[in-house]
Structure formats: structure tokens, C-alpha cells
């Protein structure tokens, strides 16, 4: 689908091999960064292996700023973006990068909405002043808008009603948080959605699109020196506004675990989901985030790790388990583990071998074995981002836009090498407690 709504790639989770593991004290991306009168950031990653170049836009605002009644407008505006200006008609914007020989799309979480292209080094100044263009002068009316809602409509119909994984996880993200807006999901409640006017979207954009509430990353065949009169001239020219405050609500305490179950006929492979709230760069116990994923990779990382050997390889009842850490947000993040049983094995005996493992890992602990090993494979991953084009455009801009800062970026290998034993023990105590969990069934309906 051309516009995307969900989850993009892990934090420096770009990729995991062989190659060296960046030195502990070594730089991931050597970013350089400006910000233009207008309090616009700018930041520039050179990578001169291609004369290509990623340019994104990054919006300090999502779904889970949205007000109550409303949900989906994030989404629905992220989608209107590409519905003209004054002087660019509808679609009008990715025919040019098109005929250009580029790509674009944008995506929308809970807590930013981004924009990009991918472009040949020497188109770049092209992009940018269509994307200052869009960010002061869209022009929606109903004749625009309306249709696009229906276009919206179907994506729920074919992403989520369709989709008996994505209609447990919808399921289990509401139970999972009790009052925290990432309990709604980005793409809107159907009812809801069916109710978003032009009026709406305006509101939205007028309220967040603006110079002082965004971050441009421009990675690739370029030059700081290059990008900034590029910057100047283009964006410089876009009023500052006065942005509101980003009201987030508390979420409760959580006191007791949840449990789902969906039966569905169009569910070929049963499975079992287990979510725990986490701490996230900017919520909660903050100190155990590092921990958090290097006991992920641990638990997760490939075919030797905890879940896959022990319930794959070892007991032979799961055909895929493994474990992860969320905790790019401004809320709340989750902690979860997941798994599937081979032909002939109840769901339910995959759920106890998790339950297992969990026990386990509460009781023993992890190894300097496991530890040394998950670090390597973290460090490496960060290898790979540097070889990319768009992803140290991604990494960058989403870890500004929630609130850290290039240094936390730069100096990531760094803390992934200070995580220790203790550490990673006290996160996983703090976090695996199963009344902050939430536990989703999926399977067959029976034929008889």
C-alpha cells in the first residue's frame, strides 16, 4: 500500500551479520545539525558511496495526540499531504519525484508523522522546496477530501478487518493500556473515522505543521555546507507558529493480567502473544531501556538465542518464538514475547514454554556468554545502518522527534557495551510482573 500507518524499523535494528562491531566509544552516523531562524532543525548525515539522497520531514505530532472522538485524523491528514497545494495540483507531488526518478511515502505512528524522498543527489533542492511548499500552503476542500476518506475506509477494511493478527493485536494493544492514548489505534476507529470533514484535517494541520515543530534529515551524497542555503532558502521562508502543548494523559496502574482469545476460519496458524508495559526512552523507569534490549536480543536474536533454541530446536513444539523490546515512545513501551506450534501441538503447550523460559529467566538470570554475544550482534546492526541510505534518516529523525538527542543516538554502542549481568536481571524483575501483562490467543475456528 502506498501510505503506511504502523510500526517502522527498530531503533539501529537495520540489519545483523557478520561485520564488525563498531569500538564502544565510536560514533554510529557523525551527524552535523543547524537550525534555521524559524526554529526549524536540520540535520545532515553524509554517505558519499551513491549520488542518492533521502530527505525526510518529521512532525513532533501523531495519533496519540489526537482528541477524543477523532481518532485517525493524524493519519487521514498524513494522506491529504499529497492532495495539492496553491501551485501543486492533487498526486501532482510523487509524479514529479517520480518523472525525477525518485520515491516517495510517509508513514504515521502514535507520536510523529513523517515525510520522505529518496532522490538522485542533484534533485535534492527539487524535494525540498515541494516539501516547504506542502508544509505552509496545502489547500484541502470537500471534493479532495471526502473521496480520500473512503480511501482511508478501505485501508482499514484490507489492513486490519481482514487481518485476524491485526484484529487480536488492536484487541490486545486496547486492553494493554488502560487509559494512554496508544490504546486507540493510528488508523482511527471505523465509527470515527467515518465522521473526519475537511474542517478536521485544516484544524490538524493548522495546529501542527509548522517549522518550529518539525526536523528535516537529509542523508546521502551531500554536504552540510551544500544542504544550508538549500535549507535557508526553501524553509526559511515558512512562518513560525505557535504550537500547543502535547497533552498526555498518566496511565493508571495496572493491577491485574489480561487475557484475549480470537477463534477465526481464516486463521491458518494458531498462535500466542504475551505483552508486558515497559519502560521507553522517556517513560517510566527509564534506566533499564539498554538492558531491556540487549536481554531482547538474548532472548531473540536468531536461531541460538533462548526462545528459538530451547522451543524450536530442543522441545520441537514451535515453528517461530521470539521476544522483543519496544521502547521508542513518548508513553509507554512494551516488552512481549510471541510463538506458534508445529502441526499437531496445542497452542497452549508453546504459551507454557514460554512461561518456562520467563521462570527461568527470573530464577537463573542470563550469562556473560549470552551477554558478550548480544552485544556483538546489537553493535553489528549498527554496522549496517551506516551502509544505508535511508536509515540512519530514519534512526535520526525518529529519535529527535521523540525527545532525545543526536548524542543518545551517537553514543548508543557505548551504552549497549555498559549494560551489565545486574542489569539485565533488575529490568527483567521490574518488567515481566503478570499483572502489567497482557496475553493474546489466536486460532482456527474449529471445522466440526
Same mark, same amino acid.
Given at each position: 500500500?502506498?501510505?503506511?500507518?504502523?510500526?517502522?524499523?527498530?531503533?539501529?535494528?537495520?540489519?545483523?551479520? !557478520?561485520?564488525?562491531?563498531?569500538?564502544?566509544?565510536?560514533?554510529? #552516523?557523525?551527524?552535523?545539525?543547524?537550525?534555521?531562524?524559524?526554529?526549524?532543525?536540520?540535520?545532515?548525515?553524509? @554517505?558519499?558511496?551513491? +549520488?542518492?539522497?533521502?530527505?525526510?520531514?518529521?512532525?513532533?505530532? %501523531?495519533?496519540?495526540?489526537?482528541?477524543?472522538?477523532?481518532?485517525?485524523?493524524?493519519?487521514?491528514?498524513?494522506?491529504?499531504?499529497?492532495?495539492?497545494?496553491?501551485?501543486?495540483? *492533487?498526486?501532482?507531488?510523487?509524479?514529479?519525484? @517520480?518523472?525525477?526518478?525518485?520515491?516517495?511515502?510517509?508513514?504515521?505512528?502514535?507520536?510523529?508523522?513523517?515525510? #520522505?524522498?529518496?532522490?538522485?543527489?542533484?534533485?535534492?533542492?527539487?524535494?525540498?522546496?515541494?516539501?516547504?511548499?506542502?508544509?505552509?500552503?496545502?489547500?484541502?476542500?470537500?471534493?479532495?477530501?471526502? *473521496?480520500?476518506?473512503?480511501?482511508?475506509?478501505?485501508?482499514?477494511?484490507?489492513?486490519?478487518?481482514?487481518?485476524?493478527?491485526?484484529?487480536?493485536?488492536?484487541?490486545?494493544?486496547?486492553?494493554?493500556?488502560?487509559?494512554?492514548?496508544?490504546?486507540? +489505534?493510528?488508523?482511527?476507529?471505523?465509527?470515527?473515522?467515518?465522521?473526519?470533514?475537511?474542517?478536521?484535517?485544516?484544524?490538524?494541520?493548522?495546529?501542527?505543521?509548522?517549522?518550529?515543530?518539525?526536523?528535516?534529515?537529509?542523508?546521502?551524497?551531500?554536504?552540510?555546507?551544500?544542504?544550508?542555503?538549500?535549507?535557508?532558502?526553501?524553509?526559511?521562508?515558512?512562518?513560525?507558529?505557535?504550537?500547543?502543548?502535547?497533552?498526555?494523559?498518566?496511565?493508571? +496502574?495496572?493491577?491485574?493480567?489480561?487475557?484475549?482469545?480470537?477463534?477465526?476460519?481464516?486463521?491458518?496458524? *494458531?498462535?500466542?502473544?504475551?505483552?508486558?508495559?515497559?519502560?521507553?526512552?522517556?517513560?517510566?523507569?527509564?534506566?533499564?531501556?539498554?538492558?531491556?534490549?540487549?536481554?531482547?536480543?538474548?532472548?531473540?536474536?536468531?536461531?541460538?538465542?533462548?526462545?528459538?533454541?530451547?522451543?524450536?530446536?530442543?522441545?520441537?513444539?514451535?515453528?517461530?518464538?521470539?521476544?522483543?523490546?519496544?521502547?521508542?515512545?513518548?508513553?509507554?513501551?512494551?516488552?512481549?514475547?510471541?510463538?506458534?506450534?508445529?502441526?499437531?501441538?496445542?497452542?497452549?503447550?508453546?504459551?507454557?514454554?514460554?512461561?518456562?523460559?520467563?521462570?527461568? !529467566?527470573?530464577?537463573?538470570?542470563?550469562?556473560?556468554?549470552?551477554?558478550?554475544?548480544?552485544?556483538?550482534?546489537?553493535?553489528?546492526?549498527?554496522?549496517?545502518?551506516?551502509?544505508?541510505?535511508?536509515?540512519?534518516?530514519?534512526? !535520526?529523525?525518529?529519535?529527535?522527534?521523540? %525527545?532525545?538527542?543526536?548524542?543518545?543516538?551517537?553514543?548508543? *554502542?557505548?551504552?549497549?557495551?555498559?549494560?551489565?549481568?545486574?542489569?539485565?536481571?533488575?529490568?527483567?524483575?521490574?518488567?515481566?510482573?503478570?499483572?502489567?501483562?497482557?496475553?493474546?490467543?489466536?486460532?482456527?475456528?474449529?471445522?466440526?
Amino acid at each position: 500500500m502506498r501510505h503506511r500507518f504502523t510500526f517502522i524499523i527498530g531503533l539501529l535494528a537495520l540489519g545483523l551479520g !557478520l561485520a564488525p562491531a563498531l569500538p564502544a566509544s565510536a560514533a554510529v #552516523f557523525s551527524p552535523k545539525s543547524f537550525t534555521l531562524e524559524n526554529g526549524l532543525q536540520v540535520v545532515v548525515v553524509e @554517505n558519499h558511496r551513491i +549520488p542518492v539522497v533521502t530527505h525526510m520531514v518529521w512532525y513532533k505530532t %501523531g495519533s496519540a495526540d489526537e482528541a477524543r472522538g477523532k481518532s485517525g485524523i493524524a493519519h487521514f491528514l498524513e494522506h491529504l499531504m499529497f492532495r495539492g497545494t496553491e501551485t501543486l495540483k *492533487p498526486g501532482e507531488f510523487s509524479r514529479i519525484v @517520480n518523472r525525477n526518478g525518485g520515491n516517495d511515502n510517509a508513514f504515521t505512528s502514535w507520536d510523529y508523522t513523517a515525510y #520522505f524522498q529518496s532522490v538522485a543527489a542533484d534533485r535534492l533542492a527539487l524535494v525540498m522546496e515541494m516539501e516547504a511548499d506542502r508544509m505552509a500552503n496545502l489547500r484541502l476542500t470537500d471534493e479532495v477530501v471526502l *473521496p480520500e476518506r473512503d480511501v482511508i475506509l478501505e485501508e482499514r477494511r484490507q489492513v486490519i478487518d481482514n487481518n485476524p493478527n491485526a484484529v487480536l493485536g488492536e484487541q490486545m494493544r486496547a486492553a494493554q493500556y488502560l487509559h494512554y492514548p496508544y490504546r486507540v +489505534p493510528i488508523i482511527g476507529w471505523e465509527s470515527e473515522m467515518r465522521t473526519l470533514t475537511t474542517e478536521d484535517a485544516l484544524a490538524w494541520y493548522d495546529r501542527w505543521y509548522a517549522p518550529n515543530n518539525a526536523i528535516v534529515v537529509i542523508a546521502g551524497d551531500v554536504t552540510v555546507d551544500q544542504v544550508r542555503p538549500l535549507a535557508e532558502k526553501y524553509y526559511g521562508k515558512v512562518a513560525r507558529r505557535e504550537i500547543a502543548r502535547r497533552d498526555r494523559v498518566e496511565e493508571p +496502574p495496572q493491577q491485574a493480567a489480561r487475557r484475549i482469545e480470537r477463534i477465526d476460519a481464516r486463521v491458518q496458524q *494458531p498462535s500466542v502473544s504475551r505483552q508486558y508495559l515497559a519502560p521507553s526512552h522517556q517513560w517510566g523507569e527509564t534506566q533499564h531501556q539498554y538492558a531491556l534490549e540487549v536481554l531482547a536480543e538474548i532472548l531473540s536474536g536468531g536461531p541460538t538465542s533462548r526462545l528459538y533454541r530451547k522451543l524450536v530446536v530442543e522441545d520441537a513444539i514451535a515453528v517461530s518464538a521470539g521476544a522483543y523490546y519496544s521502547g521508542d515512545a513518548i508513553g509507554p513501551g512494551s516488552f512481549g514475547f510471541a510463538g506458534s506450534p508445529r502441526p499437531g501441538v496445542e497452542v497452549e503447550a508453546v504459551e507454557a514454554g514460554i512461561d518456562a523460559e520467563i521462570a527461568r !529467566l527470573l530464577a537463573d538470570g542470563v550469562t556473560e556468554a549470552e551477554i558478550a554475544d548480544a552485544k556483538q550482534r546489537l553493535k553489528a546492526s549498527a554496522v549496517f545502518a551506516v551502509d544505508s541510505i535511508r536509515g540512519p534518516a530514519n534512526i !535520526l529523525g525518529r529519535a529527535l522527534t521523540l %525527545g532525545q538527542s543526536i548524542e543518545d543516538v551517537e553514543s548508543w *554502542p557505548e551504552r549497549i557495551d555498559a549494560v551489565t549481568e545486574a542489569e539485565i536481571e533488575a529490568a527483567a524483575k521490574s518488567v515481566l510482573v503478570p499483572e502489567h501483562s497482557v496475553t493474546g490467543i489466536l486460532r482456527p475456528k474449529p471445522t466440526s
